[in-house]
Each structure stands twice: as structure tokens, then as C-alpha cells.
């Protein structure tokens, strides 16, 4: 069965700092991954995907993630902190090879100190 | 393109009663999604549909929930009855191949 794990359930940092949030996958085949975000009271908002072409990937609002295989990693990075940036991030696997059944992790909330 | 788009935004309603949620998909994508979010449970997978059919109907909780995909650009979740503990936000999300699901901004239900 696939799974996705995210680390962690918060994470702090200051405006102008680097930004890591974490997400691991189990699987026996290649995955694809997603990261999405979820701002108070919207919806969630695709950040960037991974389809088994290049193992890092730029995404929107200056995100990025590189898929390990090694590691079975996807971690989400930005280098500077926008107070913007504070919401909720989802990691998302699929072993279908498309969307039609994907895996959620169960989210890290991004809080921006000024 | 407007996106996805879900109505009501917000519904409260009696115990008891039905209760009927909408969405219009992206013009063009081919899958249709519905989620529910709870603070305890997380997003969770409803129901999904691959032109307008149902493929995978597990994750509908209970024979008081059902879906409908009439036509491309409609489908709807109905709860009848309705139980607070279906209080939750209920997404619907469209997709095309492989660019990703596209969201709508959710129906915040409470049923009290």
C-alpha cells in the first residue's frame, strides 16, 4: 500500500528565512508527488508536481522540491519566507501512474514570524 | 477559466434533513473528485468519477451519502440524512491526465 508521511505538523520560522517542510513515501513502484497548499478558509492550490522527469521541481510563489529516490523524500523548500507563505501544506503521492487515486499526508502548517 | 466551481459556500441545517452539494468541473477535465475535510480525520476521499461514471465509490461513508455525475460540467453529493457528525468541508476537485487536481473553495456543512 502507498503512504506518505509528513515530519512535521508545524514548523515556525521568521520572514526572510529558508523554509523546509518535510515528506517521506513508501512505495514499491515509482511515484508521482505533488505538493499543494490550503490558505485559511480556501482551497487547496497545486504548488508544483513530480512525474518521473527532472528530480527537482520549481513550482509557484518561489517553491521547489527534489525527489530522492534513495531517501524516498520529497521535501518542499523556499529560500526566503513571505508572511504570505503561512497556510497549509500538503504532500500528495500516486502509484497509479495519474490522479485517479492519490494519497494525502496529513499537512504542516507553515507559521511566518515577522 | 473560473475553475472549479462549488455551491453553496456555506450550509448549516437541521439533523434530519437533505442536504445537496454542487460542483462544476473545469470545461475539458475528465475527473471529478469529491473530499471531505475534518480536523480529525484530514482530507479524505469520497468518490471519484472518469467520464461522468463512477470508478471508486469506497471512501463514501455510509449508504446516506450518494454521488451523481449527470453530465460533464454538473455532479453532486447528497446526504440524506443528514448527521452532525457530517459537519465537515466538502471539496470537489476536477483533473486533466497528468497537470494535477484543481480545486474549488469548499462547502463549509454544519449539521446541527
Known amino acids: 500500500a502507498q503512504s506518505v508521511t509528513q515530519l512535521d505538523s508545524h514548523v515556525s520560522v521568521s520572514e526572510g528565512t529558508p523554509v523546509l517542510l518535510r515528506c517521506n513515501y513508501s512505495s514499491s513502484y515509482s511515484p508521482s508527488l505533488f505538493w499543494y497548499v490550503q490558505h485559511p478558509n480556501k482551497g487547496l492550490q497545486l504548488l508544483l508536481k513530480y512525474t518521473s522527469a527532472a528530480t527537482l521541481v520549481k513550482g509557484i510563489n518561489g517553491f521547489e522540491a527534489e525527489f530522492k529516490k534513495s531517501e524516498t523524500s520529497f521535501h518542499l523548500t523556499k529560500p526566503s519566507a513571505h508572511m504570505s507563505d503561512a497556510a497549509e501544506y500538503f504532500c500528495v503521492v500516486s502509484f497509479s501512474g495519474g490522479y485517479q487515486k492519490v494519497t494525502f499526508g496529513t499537512g504542516t502548517k507553515l507559521q511566518v514570524i515577522p | 477559466d473560473a475553475g472549479v466551481i462549488q455551491s453553496p459556500r456555506h450550509e448549516v441545517t437541521e439533523m434530519g434533513q437533505e442536504v445537496t452539494l454542487r460542483c462544476k468541473p473545469i470545461?475539458?477535465?475528465?475527473?471529478l473528485f469529491w473530499y471531505r475535510q475534518t480536523m480529525m480525520r484530514g482530507l479524505e476521499l469520497l468518490i471519484y468519477?472518469?467520464?461522468?461514471?463512477?470508478?471508486?465509490d469506497s471512501g463514501m461513508p455510509e449508504d446516506r451519502f450518494s454521488a451523481k455525475m449527470p453530465n460533464a460540467s454538473f455532479s453532486t453529493l447528497k446526504i440524506q440524512p443528514s448527521e452532525p457528525r457530517d459537519s465537515a468541508v466538502y471539496f470537489c476537485?476536477?483533473?486533466?491526465?497528468?497537470?494535477?487536481?484543481?480545486f474549488g473553495s469548499g462547502t463549509r456543512l454544519t449539521v446541527v
Open positions: 476537485a476536477s483533473s486533466l491526465a497528468n497537470y494535477g487536481y484543481t
Open positions: 468519477f472518469n467520464n461522468n461514471v463512477p470508478i471508486d
Open positions: 470545461s475539458g477535465h475528465d475527473y
